[in-house]
């Protein structure tokens, strides 16, 4: 893991944490995230930005709005017979 990346990704933590329904939680991942960055741990740094966004968006597009700020509209072609 970059550090970057980790940097990225708390601010994108940081972006989203409003929208917490549990904002307590999701600010102490933060401040868990932000500790482990300051001390070089940059993938634990990154995980607990991930689990902060668990809180604020969904579990299942935590990582993905981690890594770009937003999740990813795919277009999947539609086939017919």
Request: aromatic content about 10%; overall charge neutral.
């Amino acid at each position: 893991m970059t550090k970057q990346t980790a940097a990225t990704a708390i601010v994108n933590a940081k972006v989203h944490a409003h929208k917490a329904s549990m904002r307590s939680s999701a600010d102490l991942c933060i401040a868990t995230a932000e500790e482990c960055f300051t001390k070089g741990n940059f993938q634990y740094a990154f995980d607990w930005a991930v689990r902060s966004l668990g809180y604020s968006t969904t579990v299942f597009n935590a990582r993905e709005i981690a890594l770009f700020g937003r999740t990813l509209e795919v277009e999947l072609p539609v086939c017919h017979d």
